[in-house]
């Protein structure tokens, strides 16, 4: 398959979640938006990774090329991981706080 | 990896294990004061590790990390912010019912994410040193969940700073297809060849570029430096001030060094233009603030805008007025944010403008203290903003950058206008009574004190004789510069 689709299909992904944590109101959909943000980048590295290495290895030889893109894909993977779980620490205080996870409710700080 | 590259990384490893020695302690049941004497000396530990591993610098250790002089100057400038901000933090965090130990393994974590950011010459190392550092930011922001805004500080950093994570991603994953290398020299190689597409190359930093200003508070990506500023703890807004912005433009100095960001027309359009709308916005933002938290956040935003002139050339000096700017800028709102945390009691910060009238009448130090930081953030000479904002001028001149340039001495005297408001309301009359706050340890009140008066004496002693500094910071980068040739 062309490298098109794959880009073309990550950036798809990728505005669906910015538009989702632009305009949700839920906490919780906005970090699903987020997540989804983040993978969509883990398609295209995987992506990348894969098209380095076809055009290393057609120009022959053993070749390691694109392995550093699915390195970086693992630890996006962990890090994200850390992220919802702090943000959820965070969404639940917020839950005792306001009894709501409606972001809407987050406008206190002001002059 | 050799045992010269281990010494290298000795400070980093010695950081790292701060933050365990702390998990440790608080699984041994110690008080807050053994926890807080601790992490006091494992920062001064992190600084002799610095001194004895002076002479194996610089040091690349493929493919994540190089070691050298421009990265100790930054790594010495996060560790002390950290040393001065643990001391604050004890004062701050003792007078309120929650837990506080907690606290300290955070800071060091974030601190550590401040500084692998500094060393990091690889996309994988960099995310993960600013993952490092906000992930701690997300807790130590929300740390005293009671107070309802803390929580939703904490929020606002969360979503924007994941998404902003995002961003760069995306703007690594595209400079990797464009290059198909993700360390920062093989992408300056890979540049050098006719084989890659511009357009590209010019998507993946912008997008990389969103991340950074979002994390340096540059307009249009502030919008959350205000409110994060004001629900943080005092001594967590203190570090976001200094130590998350010294690691991150660290690594952008050291990504633009590798890949020649500034010879790129479009970067440069890109990088005055955030300068400009920063020098501005900032400003003008700050002038109607009652609330001092929410005014030094709004005078932050500038003072990266200012920051960014001296970025700009992309040369030598440019580069040395940076770090010497970065370092009057630090040393300058840790003293302000300090005398904040002094005054801060137990329900409430001293944010409100109401609660420094008359300052200097009650506590003539404090009230000194902070008219010399905040002369210092206003540029006023023998401070050492004074000399920062020269350096920067005169970067900027030398490459005729004359609209940041001009656009930086015109805010500037904006900026006068609201540090001198709140300097006259130190000095004005008051018939409000305060109250007396709790004792604490008499050697902490000492030790508090005694930070101030050594960041009052670094104020005006970098300010009266800036060239110690400014020959420290040469001698060091001289070393850094060794490292492209091998």
């Not at chain 2, 003072?303 to 960014?308: D, E, S």
């Amino acid at each position: 398959m062309p490298i098109q689709y794959y880009i073309a299909l990550a950036s798809a992904l990728f505005c669906i979640g910015v538009v989702g944590v632009l305009t949700r109101r839920n906490a919780i959909i906005v970090f699903m938006c987020i997540e989804l943000m983040l993978n969509a980048v883990n398609l295209l590295l995987v992506a990348f990774s894969k098209m380095h290495y076809a055009k290393a290895a057609a120009a022959g030889a053993v070749t390691t090329a694109g392995t550093e893109g699915q390195l970086f894909v693992f630890f996006i993977m962990v890090v994200a991981a850390a992220e919802v779980s702090v943000g959820l620490a965070i969404i639940v205080m917020m839950y005792r706080n306001v009894h709501s996870v409606d972001v809407n409710f987050l406008n206190r700080l002001k002059n | 990896m050799d045992s010269l590259q281990l010494q290298a990384l000795l400070p980093f490893i010695v950081l790292a294990s701060a933050s365990v020695v702390i998990i440790l302690l608080i699984a041994a049941r110690q008080s807050h004061t053994v926890i807080q004497i601790t992490g006091f000396l494992m920062m001064c530990l992190v600084v002799l590790a610095m001194w004895y591993v002076r002479d194996v610098l610089p040091r690349a250790i493929m493919p994540l990390l190089v070691v050298d002089g421009m990265a100790a100057v930054f790594t010495g400038l996060i560790v002390f912010c950290v040393l001065i901000i643990g001391l604050f933090s004890f004062i701050y965090f003792e007078e309120r019912e929650e837990n506080p130990k907690e606290y300290y393994i955070l800071i060091f974590l974030g601190t550590l994410g401040a500084a692998v950011l500094t060393i990091s010459r690889h996309f994988i190392s960099v995310f993960i040193g600013l993952e490092l550092l906000s992930i701690s930011l997300y807790a130590l922001i929300a740390y005293l969940r009671n107070r309802n805004n803390a929580v939703e500080a904490g929020m606002k950093y969360l979503v924007l700073a994941a998404m902003s994570s995002a961003f760069l991603l995306f703007g690594m994953a595209l400079i990797y297809m464009d290059t198909g290398s993700m360390d920062f020299d093989g992408i300056a190689k890979q540049l050098q060849t006719q084989g890659h597409s511009p357009a590209l190359f010019v998507t993946g930093i912008g997008l990389m570029m969103v991340a950074v200003c979002f994390k340096l508070a540059l307009v249009p990506f502030h919008l959350w430096a205000a409110d994060v500023y004001q629900g943080a703890p005092v001594p967590v807004t203190n570090f976001i001030a200094t130590v998350s912005k010294i690691g991150v433009f660290a690594v952008l100095v050291r990504f633009a060094q590798a890949v020649q960001l500034q010879s790129y027309h479009f970067a440069v359009i890109i990088i005055s233009f955030v300068a400009i709308v920063s020098m501005v916005g900032g400003n003008l933002l700050a002038i109607k603030q009652q609330n001092i938290k929410r005014l030094l956040a709004y005078s932050s935003i500038a003072h990266l805008g200012y920051l960014l002139v001296a970025f700009l050339p992309g040369n030598a000096a440019g580069i040395e007025a940076g770090m010497f700017y970065l370092f009057a800028y630090s040393i300058t709102l840790l003293a302000a944010f300090g005398i904040v945390t002094m005054l801060s009691g137990r329900q409430a910060d001293a944010d409100q403008l109401e609660a420094y009238r008359g300052l200097y009448w009650r506590n003539p130090l404090m009230g000194a203290i902070l008219t010399v930081a905040l002369l210092s953030l206003a540029g006023i000479p023998l401070t050492a903003g004074f000399i920062g904002k020269f350096a920067v001028l005169n970067a900027g001149v030398q490459q005729q950058l004359w609209l940041p340039v001009i656009v930086l001495v015109i805010t500037s005297v904006i900026g006068l206008y609201y540090y001198l408001r709140i300097i006259s309301t130190l000095f004005a009359e008051t018939q409000v009574i305060f109250p007396k706050e709790k004792s604490l340890h008499p050697l902490f009140v000492a030790g508090t004190y005694g930070a101030l008066l050594v960041l009052l004496i670094l104020l005006l002693g970098a300010g009266i004789f800036p060239s110690a500094v400014i020959d420290g910071i040469k001698n060091f980068l001289c070393q850094g510069f060794r490292i492209i040739n091998f």
